[in-house]
């Protein structure tokens, strides 16, 4: 069983930096391959970033391509989201999500998700 607890987010002023972590309670973390998501106030929920199960690979969205940086820990059971140059367009409640299959953008194809972390970027 996938158990994902987030830590992180919070406020920060445009440029600014922020690190949210999601912790897996399980035994299974490295089988599964990590993303994170983000969901702003009347949107859809959006891809933001994904890392293969070995951390090998990386995948962004173009919006946050060189500003992001996924990465993991599997002897901790973590994956990481490091958020630098924010923008106030980065606001939003960021999810991670584990799914046992390959790399997917879409949010319907992950099966566990954490609580979500409030990131508010102001200009």
């Known amino acids: 069983q996938v ?3 987030q830590s992180g987010g919070g406020w920060v002023q445009a440029g600014g930096s922020l690190r949210l972590s999601c912790a897996d309670s399980g035994r299974t973390f490295s089988t599964y391959l990590m993303a994170w998501f983000r969901q702003a106030p009347g949107k859809d929920r959006e891809f933001v970033a994904g890392i293969t199960r ?3 690979s990386t995948y962004y969205t173009g919006s946050v391509k060189g500003r992001f940086t996924i990465s993991r820990d ?3 059971n973590t994956v990481y ?3 630098n140059s924010l923008k106030p367009e980065d606001t939003a ?3 991670c999500a584990a799914r046992a299959g390959g790399v ?3 949010a319907d194809q992950y099966a566990y998700w954490g609580q979500g972390a ?3 970027v102001s200009s």
């Open 104 to 106: 997917g953008d879409s």
């Open 74 to 76: 599997n002897a901790k």
């Open 54 to 56: 070995s951390g090998g």
């Open 118 to 120: 409030q990131v508010t």
């Open 3 to 5: 158990q994902l607890v």
């Open 93 to 95: 409640v960021y999810y």
């Open 81 to 83: 989201l490091q958020m």
